[in-house]
């Protein structure tokens, strides 16, 4: 399992590239079509209309194909749509082939992300935690690749970088064999959220009912809206974070290319930090603190035009950011035991809807008010987060009652619904 999991590292690598390889270059992107900011928080919304599609039609498609081969199918689409955006085909093109990359980078992210969480008896916050520290590297990555692209004259290169990279791991999961027992695993066509073993199988009967309850319900409804706010507020930052910098502080294109980087450095770095000390921490009170430090930074950044301050707030989002979805990944998984995959599908996929959606508004708010309004809207996506946190909380403790008043075994340590 440990081989999957540096697989699935360098898989979330890739995907930290792709997911952010529009924001950087966003201006000159739209300087090269002639189209303004709505049109680019098009192409951003076409890309997680495919990201919510990939990760939904992922539990379809696992007892069909198998895990490996839907890691294929899903790195297949993302190196195809990379290779075309590489060419700048015309700009129709460019959207009819966003929801491409965007199936392709999703999917990959639910499949790996529910694999571990299903499959993994113990540790699971640390090994998230480590695929977290991968996508954080790409991401930091993608906008320091572009920003020395953009000295050159050269953006358009950073497509073909992701197309490379999401080529190479495809590659490596067709060839690669990381063990008998593991093999099997991937090649399983078996029901989506089967137990691994007969112990998984006996805490999921034992603990069944709390997911189908109006107590899990809420719950995940609530992790959804959660999820929804989170990826929405997280990607709207990182793929317009460059030109809000560049509009606000008159800092140059290329020099607010390089604060993503910041951005995301820092989530790597927190997450790097949070990794080895994960299955100790509380994730609901981790989620409060967190998100109350967000929607605090995002409210003093319209606030000042200073170069530095804005790049230390920067820094400090990023630390901030940087464990909240895997521990919100941990928390809904511990509080819903036995339905790994459909819930980290569920949640997975409202984080897609929310970063094709809320990304769309920002652009839309950037053309019609200012860049500091499209700041105050993250900020209020911080502030939803915090509600559905304590919401979300309360229902946990409600499906805890409902069996039998304590946690399964060896879950008590992250599962954080005591607060």
């Not at 082939?97 to 916050?125: D, H, N």
């Not at 197309?163 to 093999?183: I, K, N, P, Y």
Request: one cysteine or more.
């Amino acid at each position: 399992m440990n081989k999957i999991i540096w697989m699935g590292c360098l898989s979330y690598l890739t995907i930290g590239l792709a997911h952010v390889v529009v924001g950087p270059i966003l201006d000159p992107l739209i300087r090269h079509y002639g189209v303004d900011y709505n049109d680019g928080g098009q192409l951003i919304m076409n890309q997680f209309f495919g990201f919510l599609v990939g990760v939904l039609v992922s539990p379809w498609l696992l007892p069909r194909l198998g895990r490996r081969r839907t890691l294929l199918l899903a790195l297949g689409c993302l190196t195809v749509a990379e290779t075309i955006y590489s060419f700048l085909p015309p700009w129709g093109i460019m959207l009819t082939v966003g929801p491409a990359a965007g199936f392709g980078f999703g999917m990959v992210e639910s499949v790996i992300g529910a694999m571990i969480l299903a499959f993994l008896l113990e540790r699971k916050a640390s090994a998230m935690s480590r695929l977290e520290v991968f996508f954080g590297l790409g991401a930091l990555a993608m906008p320091g690749v572009a920003a020395l692209l953009l000295q050159q004259g050269q953006w358009a290169l950073s497509f073909p970088v992701v197309a490379a990279l999401s080529g190479l791991t495809w590659l490596l999961w067709l060839t690669l064999s990381f063990g008998t027992d593991a093999d099997r695993m991937l090649r399983e066509k078996g029901r989506p959220g089967a137990p691994a073993n007969a112990a998984s199988d006996a805490a999921s009967a034992a603990t069944a009912a709390p997911s189908q309850s109006r107590a899990g319900i809420l719950l995940l409804a609530a992790g959804s809206v959660f999820f929804f706010l989170y990826v929405g507020t997280e990607m709207s930052f990182a793929n317009y974070m460059p030109s809000i910098l560049h509009t606000h502080t008159g800092v140059s294109e290329s020099a607010s290319a390089l604060a993503v980087s910041l951005f995301w450095g820092a989530m790597a770095a927190g997450r790097w930090m949070i990794a080895p000390v994960a299955d100790n921490l509380r994730p609901s009170r981790f989620l409060i603190l967190t998100s109350l430090g967000t929607a605090v930074s995002l409210v003093l950044l319209p606030l000042t035009t200073s170069i530095p301050i804005s790049f230390a707030l920067i820094l400090i989002q990023g630390l901030i950011m940087a464990g909240m979805f895997t521990m919100g990944l941990v928390f809904m998984n511990n509080a819903l035991p036995g339905t790994e995959e459909r819930t980290t599908s569920i949640l997975v996929a409202c984080g897609g809807l929310g970063g094709a959606l809320l990304p769309k508004l920002t652009g839309i708010m950037m053309d019609r008010f200012s860049p500091t309004a499209s700041v105050w809207l993250m900020a209020g996506g911080a502030v939803g987060m915090l509600l559905v946190t304590g919401l979300a909380i309360r229902f946990a403790r409600s499906a805890r009652t409902i069996r039998g008043g304590r946690l399964p075994d060896g879950e008590a340590k992250v599962s954080g619904i005591n607060g």
